[in-house]
């Protein structure tokens, strides 16, 4: 927040409301709903090691539901914690049953 | 003469075939089933057919799965790591669901677990859960912290607050009074004080020379005896390696090793009750000779990557599953020898004896 300058007279309130001295009280974890904010392991799939996608799971759909139901990847699977735990109800099997998987608007 | 020989067959012969049988066969008679976590079911594996027998209906992805010293109870998380179901592994059937959401004066209190164990004599359950409170126009976040609840009562009993990153809750052996804490670090959880405390530090060393570790302990083992997991390390000098660390359930005391091998980033692992050999999955399988630290078997596996390994209840075989919806039997030295199709995806499996 040091790098901000409030503009208007919102963003002025703002900064006379809040201690900008304190050390922020929020951690990853604790930015609930529980969802996809709780879990916080990057790297473990993901090429650290620069050898392209050899630690990715193969073929991709066997990992879908491992990262779905805790939300490992949230960005590219509907969040299965919190907004979607049904998301995949119909499709027990990935593989064999993926068109069944409904869409999501997020 | 004949009368004597008939007594003495029969006072001898009851005799000479006990000490035939080693003492431990009678305390070692049990049923080995392998409880497999799908999705909306928990997966029940004769693995002796092999043959699906049983599945348990839940709600949502398995998640945990922790048994009773006798394995006669189970205790399962599931409903998006809202509720934690009592299993009972003879009959198959839940007898008891414990869900920890739970009303507040000002709205609702959403607990999520992650990590959770059932208590070797089966009365409690102990929950690493991160909470917060719902309120009309706002949040309020709660503490983490481990959680005992008495399952008969379904109460909270007692809690202590536990760091960010929990993942695992295991009992030591023999002790049903010390609980291992599995997050970035290890703890160790004193249930008659309810007091934690660091035991070794993992992704914070007390020297950053030995490496900092990460494992994913989304695998924990230990039927028998020996939880094991892949480990990360990272050194000053940029090199990360790749291996395995475990540690004996009853003495607390952790090993590592680093294969001379490019990371792949394993998932999960399994040593053997001799420490001798540790095998590991994900794109590929390895068995890695723990004394030389050396990959000595590679395979690949037949359908895709595969999260969970795990040994048999004798040590003779080993088992995979968990990606997939298949359950896989192969020999040591890595060799598909049967394969079972099962009902949905899986996540993991735990190897259980069942005492008769």
Known sequence: MKHLKPLNWKGKMIEQTVNLEKEPEVQGLALLPMGCTSLFDPGWETDFSGMGLEGVCQPHYRDIYGCYGDCWWAAQVPDGLTNYGSWAD???????DWRKLKYVKP | MIRRLVQLFIFVFPLLILSAVPAGAAAEKYTERVFISGYGQIIVVDPAAPKIAASIKVKGPVR????????????FLANDR???????????????????????????????????AISPDGKKAYAFVTQGE????????????????????KEELRSVEAPYGTHVLQFKQNDANTLFVWGYDLFELDLKKMKLTLRQGIKHPKNEKDGIGNYLMLFPRGENGMNSIPLMKEYPDGRVTEGIMWMNRESGTIKTLEYDRE??????????????????????????????????????????????????????????????NEFIIANKELEVEKQLVLPTDTLDLKVVKIEQ
């Open chain 2, 64 to 75: 945990d799965m922790s048994f009773t010293d006798d394995g006669k109870t189970g205790l």
């Open chain 2, 134 to 153: 719902k309120r009309r126009s706002s949040f309020k976040v709660h503490p983490s912290k481990i959680i005992e609840i008495d399952l008969k009562s």
């Open chain 2, 263 to 324: 990371p792949v980033g394993m998932f999960s692992a399994v040593v053997d009750k001799e420490e001798n050999y540790a095998y590991t999955t994900l794109n590929k399988w390895y068995k890695v000779d723990i004394k030389s630290q050396k990959i000595v078997k590679e395979s690949v596996p037949p359908n895709g990557s595969l999260y969970g390994v795990n040994l048999s209840a004798d040590e003779e075989k080993v088992y995979y599953s968990g990606a997939g």
């Open chain 1, 90 to 96: 119909e499709c027990p099997v990935a593989a064999n």
């Open chain 2, 82 to 116: 809202k509720s934690l179901y009592v299993v009972d592994t003879v009959q198959n059937k839940i007898v008891n669901e414990v869900n920890l959401e739970a009303r507040t004066d000002q709205g609702l209190l959403d607990r999520r677990v992650w990590g959770s």
